[in-house]
């Protein structure tokens, strides 16, 4: 009798992050979505006039602008984590390990603020001074969410990594690989889709980034044209402007954060699809 | 094309990887040093135990760190046994099918939502609808919703690594379900699931975004969980993006990465102590 009531708790329990995550879908649309239908779906997604309080509700800026910071952190980070990913796992010897894993995954503990702030007193200084611009940039937002990105793109890299079969990498040595050669040739292929879906998880976590970006990227509400123009992304706007924000004001800023759901679920079950066929 | 022999590509290669990886844990080390050198001078008894004065310009940041705390301890209260309940649920009463299945996509998707989305749902649903408004209450609900999957899976990582024989001995013994998952198998897979935990506890001190939303930003020290409070990390955040104060920014800086790195360490320690036990 007893043994039967847990069960039937410890089932309804189960369902809480499942129930979680329908609330959030929920509520997110049914807050947003009335104005996309007001404003009309072009004209929210395809205008870059955002004046909420003057009835322009168009994203096009912040939503390209969110796709170029995580474009550019990709292109800084992958590189770097990738690196970082193939030294731990193959060239690493096992106690440095131990040591060297936690500690790359200890950047991913450093809060999102200290990150932008840094990013303000160290980076944003050295781009105005020799790159030009305001320094505040495109630039600055994709470098630091590139290092911010690097511990989930490396720690899940170096699973994917040391989960292909020893006995691929011994042959590839036996035939007289080099061991960089069995890398490269053998070894990075056979953990290409443990390494994309380590990369699409980095990606999700860019472009969902917020503290770090508000306080890098300039928040200027334009459609970039150069890697040192100051940007505004769909994050930095929802977290400027909700303190102030009232009426369709903030239902606009609930449908930004629709627009940014969707691409994030859509990442996360392409993520997910990826590990599953593995 | 100029062919590079395969040893010396080899060698290039190493000596690249290597650097990378060098430049990688540079930028950690310089960070925390360079918020330690500029940070740890700032800080004495007075800084931590006054509270705040003039918007942060002076006094200290004692009324930060208890709503720190506070916001901290009703997430863990919701997040803990809804966790741990679905851990054991997924490792001892169901089989891989499809209830599984949904509960895996939900646990993994909402731990790819990003704080700032969560910020929204509590917004809406706790400071809205149900009408709490800012406050630590507030701010703890929606900081749990962000604890739930590290919390599930670091759990159910651990009670799966508790060995079968240690359940049959205490069936055989006669001894119920519930009490064999109770005092054989959750009290071996402790360090394991604390280790969770103390993880969960480090991403909400760093935590911002989630809760400015939720929890308000209110600098008055908080005398109940229906209030508004500031945490360490929002303050840090208000002190350096406002310019309030630098040194005070530096000084928050320094407790928020001093207190990342202890709780870190500890839950790495947990772990080791952990796998050692099982193997």
């Known amino acids: ?278 | 094309m100029m062919h590079i022999n395969p040893t010396l590509s080899q060698k290039i290669m190493k000596v690249l990887l290597w650097g990378l990886t060098g430049l990688t844990i540079g930028i950690l080390f310089f960070i925390i040093f360079f918020i330690f050198f500029n940070g740890l001078p700032q800080i004495s008894w007075t800084f931590l135990s006054s509270n705040p004065v003039d918007m942060g310009r002076s006094g200290g940041i004692w009324a930060t760190i208890v709503s720190t705390v506070y916001l901290i301890g009703i997430a863990l209260f919701f997040a803990t046994p809804l966790g741990l309940g679905t851990a054991i649920f997924l490792t001892e009463y169901t089989r891989e099918g499809l209830i599984t299945k949904i509960i895996r996509f939900g646990t993994e998707s909402l731990a790819g939502i990003p704080s700032i989305i969560l910020g929204l749902f509590g917004f809406a649903i706790f400071v809205m609808a149900f009408g709490w408004g800012w406050s630590l209450l507030s701010g703890g609900l929606t900081l749990s919703t962000m604890l739930l999957p590290t919390i599930i899976r670091t759990s159910e990582e651990s009670i799966l690594a508790v060995p079968r024989e240690y359940r049959e001995v205490a069936f055989s013994l006669g001894v119920g379900k519930w009490k064999t998952i109770t005092r054989v198998v959750l009290p071996s897979a402790l360090p394991g699931i604390m280790t969770g935990i103390v993880l969960s506890i480090a991403r909400s001190v760093g935590e911002t975004a989630v809760i400015i939303f939720t929890a308000g930003s209110s600098l008055r020290f908080p005398e109940s969980i229906f209030e508004s409070g500031r945490t360490l990390a929002v303050h840090f955040y208000i002190l350096a993006r406002e310019g309030i104060s630098m040194s005070m920014a530096y000084g928050t800086a320094a407790i928020l990465v001093l207190l990342i790195l202890i709780i870190n360490i500890s839950a790495y320690l947990l772990m080791r102590m952990f796998m050692k036990k099982f193997s």
């Not at chain 1, 004209?43 to 909420?52: N, R, V």
């Not at chain 1, 030009?132 to 994709?142: E, R």
């Open chain 1, 1 to 278: 009798m007893k043994e039967k009531v847990i069960e039937k708790i410890l089932t309804l329990l189960a369902f809480s992050a499942i129930s979680i995550l329908l609330l959030i879908t929920a509520f997110i649309f049914k807050e947003g979505f009335p104005l996309i239908l007001k404003a009309g779906i072009n004209d929210f997604l395809f205008s870059a006039k955002w004046a909420p309080t003057k009835g322009h509700f168009g994203i096009l800026s912040m939503v390209i602008s969110s796709l170029a910071v995580t474009f550019g952190s990709i292109v800084m980070g992958v590189p770097l984590a990738l690196a970082c990913a193939i030294t731990l796992a193959e060239f690493c010897p096992p106690r440095l390990l131990v040591f060297l894993k936690p500690t790359i995954e200890l950047l991913a503990g450093i809060p999102s603020v200290v990150f932008g702030f840094l990013g303000v007193i160290l980076l944003v200084p050295l781009i105005r001074e020799y790159l030009g611009g305001p320094g505040l940039s495109l630039l600055a937002a994709s470098i630091i969410l590139a290092i911010m990105i690097l511990p989930t793109i490396t720690s899940i890299s170096i699973d994917a990594i040391q989960a292909v079969p020893l006995l691929y990498k011994e042959g590839a040595l036996a035939m007289g690989a080099t061991h960089w050669q069995a890398i490269r040739l053998v070894i990075l292929p056979a953990a290409r889709s443990g390494v994309v879906t380590a990369i699409i998880l980095g990606m999700a976590r860019a472009i969902g980034e917020t503290m770090a970006v508000i306080m890098v990227a300039g928040n200027a509400l334009k459609i970039p044209v150069s890697i040192l123009d100051p940007v505004r992304t769909l994050t930095s706007t929802i977290a400027l402007e909700m303190g102030y924000s009232a009426g369709d004001h903030r239902t606009a800023l609930f449908a930004a954060g629709i627009i940014l759901f969707i691409f994030i679920m859509g990442l996360n079950i392409l993520a997910n699809a990826l590990m599953r066929k593995k």
